[in-house]
């Protein structure tokens, strides 16, 4: 079994070939995987949550190294879908996995192997070719033993299934532990090439999305236990405000958060709008912070019955 921990020094070399290549991350919902896809690339490109299913669509993050360029993927976690918007999510993943150099499956370290993480990594036993990474994160929440265990069980996994990890990486993205030596483990494993994007863009991902998902990671914050799944916000209009001076502009953006039912509007806007206020204020300087520019946020709630289950909704909201 080959673990990696940060006193491994790579052998000095020759100066390589530049690469450059994909990585996706996998795992069961709330693995870690957007936290660690912000850590990698040094700034939030891919919405997190304390809840399952946050992702909802493929967040290229872009790590700029003078040796390559790793493109990370973000997906959606694989689970057993019970709406149409799920068996969608889970065949963005498959997707995904046929088109990616390297399989990054994040396991936590402070989870028992369940039966979610048996099953992606069968999945992941069919697909032969493309080299798999296993990223134990969470690290920072359990003691060296547990860790131990943790390592030995994934190694185990894999045996069991009939395939070998390339590595198996413990990281923990919240304390910044080991994720420049992911990093180094995974380019090795890339192709040789030039860079497939231009130096200082961190994501391809068009900005109506990312504004989007800051919106609705901050709608999520305190209802998620009863509106886990049932926000989509869609930016109708974003546009700068006229006879504004150069040097003071000011860029209104207009977003609707859908909801499946009247009875969930209440929870959103909250006791005389208090809660959407919130919502607006913090999503305001996240999205402030990400554009470089001053903001006037328009926050509306609308209901789309039933809208993860009706095909035709699915597709005005972007999915």
Same mark, same amino acid.
């Given at each position: 079994?080959? +673990?990696?921990?940060?006193?491994?020094?790579?052998?000095?070399?020759?100066?390589?070939?530049?690469?450059?290549?994909?990585?996706? #991350?996998?795992?069961?919902?709330?693995?870690?995987?957007?936290?660690?896809?912000?850590?990698?690339?040094?700034?939030?490109?891919?919405?997190?949550?304390?809840?399952?299913?946050?992702?909802?669509?493929?967040?290229?993050?872009?790590?700029?190294?003078?040796?390559?360029?790793?493109?990370?993927?973000?997906?959606?976690?694989?689970?057993?879908?019970?709406?149409?918007?799920?068996?969608?999510?889970? *065949?963005? +993943?498959?997707?995904?996995? %046929?088109?990616?150099?390297?399989?990054? #499956?994040?396991?936590?370290?402070?989870?028992?192997?369940?039966?979610?993480?048996? #099953?992606?990594? &069968?999945?992941?036993?069919?697909?032969?070719?493309?080299?798999?990474?296993?990223?134990?994160?969470?690290? /920072?929440?359990?003691?060296?033993?547990?860790?131990?265990?943790?390592?030995?069980?994934?190694?185990?996994?894999?045996?069991?299934?009939?395939? @070998?990890?390339?590595?198996?990486?413990?990281?923990?993205?919240?304390?910044?532990?080991?994720?420049?030596?992911?990093? *180094?483990?995974?380019?090795?494993?890339?192709?040789?090439?030039?860079?497939?994007?231009?130096?200082? /863009?961190?994501?391809?991902?068009?900005?109506?999305?990312?504004?989007?998902?800051?919106?609705?990671?901050? %709608?999520?914050?305190?209802?998620?236990?009863?509106?886990?799944?049932?926000?989509?916000?869609?930016?109708? @209009?974003?546009?700068?405000?006229?006879?504004?001076?150069?040097?003071?502009?000011?860029? *209104?953006?207009?977003?609707?958060?859908?909801?499946?039912?009247?009875?969930?509007?209440?929870?959103?806007?909250?006791?005389?709008?208090?809660?959407? &206020?919130? +919502?607006?204020?913090?999503?305001?300087?996240?999205?402030?912070?990400?554009?470089?520019?001053?903001?006037?946020? /328009?926050?509306?709630? &609308?209901?789309?019955?039933?809208?993860?289950?009706?095909?035709?909704?699915?597709?005005?909201?972007?999915?």
């Amino acid at each position: 079994m080959s +673990v990696r921990s940060q006193s491994t020094e790579p052998s000095e070399s020759p100066k390589a070939a530049h690469r450059a290549g994909f990585a996706c #991350f996998v795992g069961r919902p709330n693995a870690g995987k957007s936290t660690l896809t912000n850590a990698l690339v040094g700034q939030k490109v891919a919405i997190t949550a304390n809840q399952p299913q946050t992702t909802r669509h493929t967040v290229r993050g872009i790590v700029h190294r003078e040796d390559a360029q790793l493109i990370l993927v973000d997906t959606p976690g694989l689970h057993k879908p019970r709406t149409l918007l799920g068996e969608r999510l889970n *065949d963005v +993943v498959r997707t995904t996995w %046929a088109e990616v150099d390297v399989i990054g #499956f994040c396991l936590p370290a402070n989870e028992k192997i369940g039966p979610g993480d048996r #099953f992606i990594a &069968k999945e992941l036993a069919g697909i032969r070719k493309t080299p798999k990474v296993a990223v134990v994160t969470k690290t /920072d929440l359990v003691d060296s033993k547990a860790l131990a265990e943790q390592l030995i069980a994934i190694d185990q996994l894999g045996k069991e299934l009939g395939f @070998e990890w390339a590595e198996i990486v413990p990281v923990s993205a919240v304390g910044d532990k080991q994720v420049k030596l992911l990093a *180094d483990l995974l380019v090795p494993l890339l192709p040789e090439g030039p860079a497939l994007y231009p130096e200082g /863009d961190l994501t391809d991902e068009p900005e109506q999305v990312m504004i989007a998902e800051l919106i609705r990671e901050a %709608a999520l914050e305190g209802v998620r236990d009863e509106l886990p799944h049932s926000i989509a916000v869609v930016v109708e @209009e974003m546009l700068p405000r006229e006879d504004r001076p150069a040097d003071k502009p000011l860029l *209104d953006i207009h977003a609707n958060l859908f909801i499946e039912r009247p009875s969930q509007k209440g929870i959103i806007i909250g006791p005389k709008g208090k809660r959407l &206020k919130e +919502v607006g204020i913090k999503s305001r300087k996240q999205i402030e912070a990400l554009l470089g520019t001053p903001v006037f946020l /328009d926050l509306h709630v &609308k209901v789309a019955k039933d809208w993860q289950r009706d095909p035709k909704q699915l597709r005005r909201l972007g999915f």
